[in-house]
């Protein structure tokens, strides 16, 4: 008989991780179509080298693990860094196997995001690039430390999306960012 959760887990249509204290332990075989690293390479390394940067790591794990503490499956969605160095936007979904110690044993998978087709279509790279930090709970300030750039810039760009969609607030904004799929693509 063959070990079907094995064989399940190996072959998930999901790039899936088990990670410990956000240290990977294993990883199924769709992660190397989805990042670009083979299993072994990523196989004791921290999940910091799946993210764009330092901020993108810490704000996103501890928001997770906030959610994780509470929820039995979180869900967002974010940047994740490919082995090629390529930016893309994912979906990732969490699950905490001890809810008091969220970090300390987790599944997770991912799914890059289709990013033609949403209503972010009038909007600039930049402001693409800054609608994805704000589906994300970034502030303009997190978002000016990730992009290089000041918060009042984020907020100039944030103020022209706005109108661009024709949402009365950030809020609205978001709210429709996430209802038309994702920002798009920059």
């Known amino acids: 008989m063959r070990d ?19 240290v990977i332990l ?17 196989e004791g ?5 799946l993210y764009p940067g330092q901020t993108d790591y810490e ?19 974010r940047f ?13 979904h969490g ?3 001890d809810r008091d110690d969220p970090q300390r044993l987790a599944v997770w998978t991912y799914r890059p995001l289709e990013t033609g087709g949403t209503a972010a279509g009038p909007l600039t790279a930049t402001e693409k690039r800054i609608a994805r930090y704000l589906v994300n709970g970034f502030t303009s300030k997190e978002i ?28 609205e904004l978001v709210s429709r960012l996430l209802a038309a799929g994702g920002p798009g693509e920059g």
């Open 4 to 22: 079907y959760e094995r064989l399940a887990f190996q072959h998930a249509p999901d790039a899936t991780l088990i990670l410990a204290d956000r």
């Open 26 to 42: 294993r990883v199924s075989l769709r992660v190397e179509a989805v990042f670009g690293w083979r299993p072994a390479e990523l």
């Open 45 to 49: 390394q921290s999940i910091r080298v």
């Open 59 to 77: 704000l996103i794990g501890e928001r997770a693990r906030k959610a994780m503490g509470t929820a039995s499956v979180y869900r967002d969605e």
């Open 80 to 92: 994740m860094r490919r082995k090629d160095g390529q930016v893309v936007w994912m979906e990732g």
């Open 95 to 97: 699950t905490a196997l």
């Open 144 to 171: 000016a430390l990730a992009m290089g750039s000041s918060p009042r810039t984020v907020e100039v760009h944030r103020a022209n999306m706005i109108r661009k969609m024709g949402v009365r607030n950030s809020f």
